[in-house]
Each structure stands twice: as structure tokens, then as C-alpha cells.
């Protein structure tokens, strides 16, 4: 979005749904991917079998609502699970598992808190979010903001695991519209391990800067 004059709702919407692509794979080693095409739709909602809804406001106010199958929900699942060296006898193989609900709504809150932080550095705003909470339901719920939006805009986008298992975000927001006034600063995002490194970089550096010549040359360095 950085290099746009113009950002729009359905910007919004794209980095939003990078971010669930980008949390959602690492965390799980999946391939998860996303239709190309975008739904219009009318109203949002929880759907089985497990889904959630999580609340945004600040520059913008939203609804993100995110509806997984139960063979979605349990394939990325028990990827984050064996991926973090979980034995297999401890990892749930039912989508209805307290244990499912409270990994998938921890990567929902990480897929926001990513989203949020985008939007933080390149719209140079903020926006926060509510809690996200994922529930095993069996049947569909109605979502709504409840707030006045002057000009609503909804859309639901198709998500697709390696296994092909399928899952739906939906997106319901005031249309909203980003233009640039000025050339400002961008702030780069930091990425700790890359800081990590470096600093282990540097000690190591140091040390062996300090090692006095004599032992550097016993040891033939």
C-alpha cells in the first residue's frame, strides 16, 4: 500500500488478507492461499463448524469474521501443533476441542495484531481490535457492527489450505478512503530475529577482538 496515492476499502481488505495468509502459513507450515476474486455480500455472521469474530475501531471502524470447516480448522491446527514439537498422542482430533478453539483464536488475534500494525506504519494511523474469541458452532449466528456506517461495505474472501480444505473471511466496514497530501516517512517494520543476529554478530566480533594475539596464535588464527 506504501507507494499508493489512492487506498481504499478494498486495499484495506487485501492486507488484511495477507496477513492471514502470511500468519497462518508460518505457524502452521501450510500453504494457505486466497481466491483472487472478492464476494459482495449483505451481512456477516458465524458459520460452522468453528468461527469468530473480532472488532476493530480507531481511524476506522470494522467487523473481521473468520468461518473455518472443521477439516480446516484441524489441519492448521494440528500444524501449529506439531510444528511447536507437540507429542501426537496430545494433539486433539476433534474441531469441537477447547484446545482447537483457543490455538485457532490465538492465531486470529496474531493475523489482527499483524493487519493492525501494517496499517499502523503505512496509512500512519491506528486502529485497535477487541479480543477474538473462536467458537464451535453447529449453526449460523448473525454478525453486526453496532454502530451507524454511512456507507457500508461487506465482502467474504476464500481461503484454501494445502489440503484443499476451505475457509471464509468477511470483512464489513464504513468505505473508507486513504489519499496522500504529502511525502512522508514510512517507518520499516523491525524484524527481531534479523536483530538478534546481528547483535550475536557483533558480540562475537567483539570477543574475538579482545582475544590477545598469543592465544590467536597457539590456536593458528
Do not use: W
Request: one cysteine or more; a negative charge; aromatic letters at 6%.
Amino acid at each position: 500500500m506504501r507507494n499508493q496515492e489512492l487506498v481504499t476499502t478494498d486495499d484495506i481488505l487485501h492486507t488484511l488478507c495477507d496477513s492471514v495468509v502470511g500468519v497462518l502459513s508460518a505457524a502452521s507450515k501450510n500453504d494457505v492461499r486466497y481466491s483472487g476474486m472478492v464476494q459482495r455480500i449483505q451481512k456477516t455472521g458465524l458459520k460452522p463448524d468453528i468461527g469468530c469474530f473480532v472488532l476493530f475501531d480507531g481511524a476506522f471502524s470494522g467487523l473481521v469474521v473468520i468461518n473455518f470447516s472443521a477439516a480446516a480448522a484441524l489441519e492448521l491446527y494440528q500444524g501449529f501443533m506439531r510444528q511447536m514439537g507437540i507429542p501426537e498422542e496430545e494433539i486433539a482430533t476433534l474441531h469441537t476441542s477447547d484446545d482447537v478453539a483457543n490455538v485457532l483464536g490465538e492465531l486470529m488475534n496474531q493475523m489482527l495484531g499483524h493487519f493492525t500494525g501494517i496499517i499502523s506504519r503505512e496509512l500512519q494511523t491506528n486502529i485497535n481490535q477487541s479480543q477474538p474469541k473462536m467458537l464451535a458452532i453447529s449453526q449460523k449466528v448473525m454478525v453486526s457492527l453496532d454502530t451507524n456506517l454511512n456507507e457500508p461495505q461487506m465482502r467474504r474472501v476464500s481461503f484454501m489450505t494445502r489440503n484443499n480444505n476451505i475457509f471464509y473471511l468477511e470483512l464489513a466496514m464504513d468505505k473508507t478512503e486513504f489519499f496522500k497530501i504529502k511525502e512522508a516517512d514510512v517507518v520499516e517494520e523491525i524484524d527481531p530475529d534479523a536483530l538478534i543476529a546481528t547483535y550475536k554478530e557483533k558480540a562475537a566480533n567483539t570477543t574475538a577482538a579482545h582475544v590477545p594475539n598469543d592465544l590467536l596464535d597457539e590456536l593458528g588464527l
